[in-house]
């Protein structure tokens, strides 16, 4: 029989991760509930849902009718201590002169003196009440205490709130983070510093970053250790509270891999063919048993039945069978050489040939 001409690849070790996938759950690290410290009516609502607002920007105004009449009211009750202020001063500057020409006994003066530290007393308290009182109104008008988006509004005009509503958000998915809860039985491996890869649903990776922090201490009802990783949010990829996929990497080892096309199952075992010379010096298949581990992108992990430098067939093993002659082929179009397999193939584990 002539040879038949198969794809083959000459097999040598590559790097590997070493790696955990977890679920992850994006948080904001400037994520803010805006809740009011004055209770009442709200009169007015500034911004709406998904606005980008500055620090201090107005969001809320709530109805300030009686603490700005408690505020007239303590103005009122100070210009009548002011009054008292003056007078009691000019008082005591008249005894004092009245002391020195010896009309005016020294205890006479030292009640002018008392009165006047006791007015001057009550204008300062009266003082510190309009202060206290004028904070107290610039709580009803509510302001965006940090930079970000306005989330969802549940209130509206004309409700009543205390100081526990939530009025609403403010998101800046600019300054992001990953919870990853990793099971304890992993949290040997782990250490600050270890690359992250965030998938996407199609197993892609979007975006590698690093862990930044590892709890000291084990979650007692899910035993498991929270790991953070920072996220570079550049073109708005994450959002806060979003899940991803999240594949820590321990470390990276060189390992002999075989694509997955070139593996065939035949009654629970896995075998493959390959290329060695036979008596004449050509080339003939071999069929060899294979023990394999996980499948990495599209290639098995090979854990024993071949060797660095072995001559794997990948392609055409249906056309061959062991001891039949072959001989090397171009590979197909989008083949990948180096034991990488043909470009978009999928695994074959659990097929018989």
């Not at 509004?153 to 958000?169: C, D, K, N, W």
Request: glycine share 10%.
């Amino acid at each position: 029989m002539p040879p038949m001409p198969v794809e083959m690849v000459t097999l040598a070790q590559k790097p590997i991760e070493q790696a955990g996938e977890f679920v992850g759950t994006v948080k904001s690290r400037r994520s803010t509930t805006i809740q009011p410290q004055a209770e009442g009516f709200i009169t007015r609502i500034l911004v709406k849902a998904g606005d980008r607002v500055a620090a201090g920007t107005p969001l809320f105004e709530i109805d300030a009718t009686s603490q700005q009449a408690a505020v007239a009211s303590l103005e009122s009750v100070r210009a009548a201590r002011e009054a008292d202020a003056v007078f009691a001063r000019l008082q005591a500057e008249r005894a004092k002169k009245l002391l020195g020409v010896g009309a005016m006994s020294q205890q006479e003066y030292e009640q002018a003196m008392t009165q006047q530290r006791t007015a001057e007393a009550q204008l300062k308290a009266v003082d510190e009440q309009i202060r206290q009182q004028r904070n107290e109104l610039a709580y009803f008008s509510v302001a965006a205490p940090a930079p970000g988006v306005v989330g969802d509004i549940p209130v509206r005009v004309g409700e009543r709130v205390t100081r526990s509503t939530a009025l609403t958000t403010v998101e800046d998915n600019t300054g992001l983070e990953v919870y990853l809860n990793v099971p304890v039985q992993e949290a040997p491996k782990l250490k600050v510093g270890l690359p992250v890869h965030l998938l996407d649903e199609s197993g892609v990776v979007m975006a590698t970053e690093r862990i930044s922090f590892i709890a000291p201490s084990v979650d007692d009802e899910t035993q498991t250790v929270l790991v953070k990783t920072l996220v570079n949010n550049q073109g708005a990829r994450f959002r806060t509270d979003q899940f991803v996929r999240a594949r820590v990497v321990y470390s990276t080892s060189p390992t002999l891999t075989a694509p997955v096309t070139a593996v065939s199952r035949i009654g629970g075992q896995y075998f493959v063919f390959v290329a060695e010379k036979g008596e004449g010096g050509g080339l003939v298949a071999r069929q060899r048993p294979v023990v394999v581990g996980p499948v990495v992108g599209n290639d098995y992990i090979v854990l024993g039945g071949l060797a660095v430098g072995d001559q794997l067939i990948i392609a055409g093993v249906q056309k061959i069978g062991d001891g039949a002659p072959v001989q090397p082929a171009p590979p197909a179009r989008g083949g990948g050489p180096n034991g990488s397999g043909p470009a978009g193939a999928a695994p074959a584990a659990g097929k018989g040939r």
